[in-house]
Nanobody
């Protein structure tokens, strides 16, 4: 069983930055692929970024060059650094873990989810 807890959300002006963090429990965290997703009001949940156990990363086109995903296997955390934020980035951000190890943009590939953290970007 894996428990995920997100933190770091908040209100920021357009052009600003936020750093989200996902804290994970579980002894096998280092072997999981980890992902960040987001869901804006009235929209479906969408993929943001993912990182594999070997540190390979993958990003949605909408955030490439602005967001950076990383992981600290010693601390069982997965930060998401978000720069140059835009109002379109406003959403609830979710951390997810995939025991299948490979990264995926498909939310159904992920086995565990956090409760989400709100990010609001004002114009």
């Amino acid at each position: 069983q894996v428990q995920l807890v997100e933190s770091g959300g908040g209100l920021v002006q357009a052009g600003g930055s936020l750093r989200l963090s996902c804290a994970a429990s579980g002894r096998t965290f280092s072997s999981y692929a980890m992902g960040w997703f987001r869901q804006a009001p009235g929209k479906e949940r969408e993929f943001v970024a993912a990182i594999r156990s070997d540190m390979y990363t993958y990003y949605a086109d909408s955030v490439k060059g602005r967001f950076t995903i990383s992981r600290d296997n010693a601390k069982n955390t997965v930060p998401l650094q978000m720069n140059s934020l835009e109002p379109e980035d406003t959403a609830v951000y979710y951390c997810a873990a995939a025991t299948g190890r490979d990264i995926s943009q498909n939310e159904h590939s992920y086995n565990y989810w956090g409760q989400g953290t709100q990010v609001t970007v004002s114009s």
